[in-house]
């Protein structure tokens, strides 16, 4: 197997001009024929458009995050010690409400995701996918996440503060911080920023969801729910 990878690494670099990677076996157990570059990358980006997909479908619902253990938010790490705080006051339910809110933001913001990842997956390269192909499990994601977490947080950014003014999880959260802020013994001010603390656990959801899809894809062929799908990880897996 790694000389087989070694393989077309060298390929990929020696023959830009070539579309098959040539010079390997014509098949493989199975009956699976010889995969182009083209074909791998196209995979690769099928591969995380699924996920994303499947992303979203889990998350852009009610209680995508609120009710899901693995992805709920919680008050900003900043303002969690001034939750307990507030609960012994009698003020609980101010921060439920907060709380419940920003999951609502955060259910309804990964809903408008799809064209952010998708111009994304656009900009991966032919050398990327083969590389990305011959990786471990989450070799796709990790590659999605190094490239572009910076540039999907700045386009996403946007898209949160108008889900947390649209559902007022702005407001609710303004009021708990302003209520800790005006107590007569606050003597350090909080202001967390909010926008962002949501973003990234939003963005961190979506490439988890990724990460599993990748990983199902890899391993199961029932996953692979198109003909080049089948054909380039049914090709991986072979050989």
Known sequence: MIKKYLLIFSLTLGL??????????TSYPGGITTVTESEASTAMRQALEQGIGRGINTLNVTDGFFGNQAYKLFLPAEAQRIENTLRQLGMGGMVDRAILQINRAAED???FARPIFV???KEMTITD??????GPNNAATLYFKQKTT??????????IKGSLDKFSATKYYGDVVSTYNNFPTTKNKLNPDLPSYVVGKAVDALFD?????EANIRANPVARTTDILKKVFGWASKG
Request: hydrophobic residues 50%.
């Open 16 to 25: 830009l001009s070539c579309d098959t990677l040539t010079n390997l076996p």
């Open 109 to 111: 913001a990964v809903g």
């Open 119 to 121: 111009d994304a997956i």
């Open 129 to 134: 996918a083969l590389n990305i192909i011959k």
């Open 150 to 159: 910076q540039k999907l947080i700045t386009a996403f950014t946007p898209v």
């Open 209 to 213: 969801q990724i990460a599993q899809e």
